[in-house]
């Protein structure tokens, strides 16, 4: 191993440090939202992105001061085959690191009962889908509001982890459109 891989090693360590610091204060306050943790979808390219530009900035200005610093000890040759190396790692480690995080992040039976930011999107995209769906079919504005935000909430509390599982393994919102159509319902009702 060459004298510049080593002082690379110690860039990517370095940098990867001080990215995870970065993030802690933000954990600390806000937990993991749901651009940040998909356990229903361990393999979200989305989840992947966040992480890697929000871990993968710092270690790869690292590696490119240490190059340059350390560009006499080897050849150019060796030194860009050095830096494709340390950029490998540094889009790996964030995919293994959001790999883990979903894999083992936990998930409640109820997901998205308790007021968080799971919750907020789940409803907010409910509405949307219920507004836009109601809108389409010569409902009025005024008379949409109330009846898209108890089916949204209504959905919300009643999906459980296992009907976002299935729906989401399927390809198809079979479980989640049950839950709608009773939700509608119920809505009407009231």
Known sequence: MNQQLRSLIKALLWGFGVSAITQLDHFFK????????????VFDPIIFAYWFGSLGGVPLLFVMVTIVIKRNLVNFTQSVLNFLIA?????????????????????????????G???????????????????????????????????ANEVADSTTAL????????????????????AYSLCVKK
């Open 30 to 41: 806000n937990g993991l939202g749901p651009h940040e943790v998909d356990p229903f979808d």
């Open 163 to 182: 009907q976002m599982k299935a729906d989401i393994k399927s390809g198809a919102p079979q479980m989640i459109t049950n839950n709608i159509v009773e």
């Open 117 to 151: 930011p799971f919750r907020d999107e789940i409803v907010q995209s409910g509405y949307n889908g219920c507004a836009s769906r109601l809108l389409r079919n010569g409902y009025k504005a005024d008379e949409i509001k109330d009846l898209c935000i108890c089916v």
């Open 87 to 115: 950029t490998l790692f540094i889009c790996l480690i964030p995919i293994i690191f959001s790999i883990g995080l979903n894999f083992f992040y936990p998930i409640p039976e109820f997901p998205f009962l308790e007021k």
